[in-house]
């Protein structure tokens, strides 16, 4: 397990000496770039999720700006950034979809933004215009 040295001190196992490659430590770099990349593939999929179950409702841009910002104090040690740097990115989500559902009213295939032919503007003036060449 241990080799001797003209001391008399063994070197541990997992010891390498200057100049040789150390085996154990590109091995556990591999297995937390993994680990990294595995965590953030199933929030992912967690997000797809939440992103399609919450399509109807009125938090459809918060759930994942939550998820995102849950993410992000996961992985990274945020500790330092100001809790206004999430809390606005959470007030600009929620701004979206007030404006989203308030103001614009809910997207219906009639009631879209831009029209098929690629105006944009109001649906009535659309159909309005249909009769005129």
Do not use: C
């Amino acid at each position: 397990m241990a080799s001797e040295s003209e001391l008399g001190h063994a070197a541990p196992s997992w010891f390498s000496a200057p100049g040789e490659t150390d085996f154990l430590a590109w091995v556990t770099a591999v297995l937390i770039i993994l680990a990294l990349f595995g965590l953030i593939t199933l929030y992912a999929a967690f997000d797809r999720w939440a992103e399609h179950k919450s399509s109807g409702t009125p938090l459809a841009k918060t759930i994942p700006t939550l998820l995102t910002i849950a993410l992000l104090y996961e992985i990274f040690p945020l500790d330092h950034v100001s809790a206004l740097l999430p809390l606005s990115a959470i007030l600009i989500a929620l701004a979206a979809d007030w404006s989203r559902f308030h103001l614009v009213g809910p997207l219906t295939p009639g009631n879209a933004a831009t029209q098929s032919d690629g105006r944009t503007g109001d649906p009535t003036e659309a159909e309005g215009e249909s009769g005129h060449a």
